[in-house]
């Protein structure tokens, strides 16, 4: 399995041989340096540990700073701004050692990759924008009721007087985890770290994006 973390840069289009042109995504991807090999002896599953990013080493946690001090030592660094999982087989994880670089070299164009990242967060949001109501009419007196939700109750009893469990009504929106799939690599910029992909990528600018192949 090929893994990197990025960052999400700012969209543009992308002209192919043939004159098409594919909306894409520009992230910054890379390097990521292994701080962690994790195996079912030791940790009960087998995964890699990655550190992306840099911030000032006075942010860092007392705890963070104790558990780099492996990777530090294997001539890493220590102030690492993210640090993230990704999921291997135990012949995966054997392949790997603290302090291992991975960077773009590892994936190709035309490689059909997964990334997720998290959406932009729009506050509290009515029913109409969250769920994409039609909302009510203005006939029969309704004159103010172009947005509104309109009947919660729904318990499965006439009259019960219940709000059923999952009722789609307004409250905060945004702010998940979305996974895409299926998105193909149109361009690899390993002199600049750059990774551009076909489509558009959750989240705003900046945004920490896990990409998988």
Known sequence: MKFILGTKKNMT???DAKGRVFPATILSAGPVIVTQVKTIATDGYNGIQVGFGEQKEHRLGKAVVGHLKASVAAGGA???RHLSEFRLSG???AKFKVGDRVDL????EGD???VRSLSKGKGFQGAVKRYHFRGGSRTHGQKHSEREVGSINGGGRVGSGRVAKGKRMPGRMGGDMVTVSNLKILQIRPETNELVIHGSIPGPKGVLVSIVA
Do not use: D, K, T
């Open 13 to 15: 289009q992308i002209f």
């Open 78 to 80: 220590g102030n690492f």
């Open 91 to 93: 012949e995966e994880v």
């Open 105 to 108: 070299s590892a994936f190709a």
């Open 112 to 114: 059909s990759v997964s």
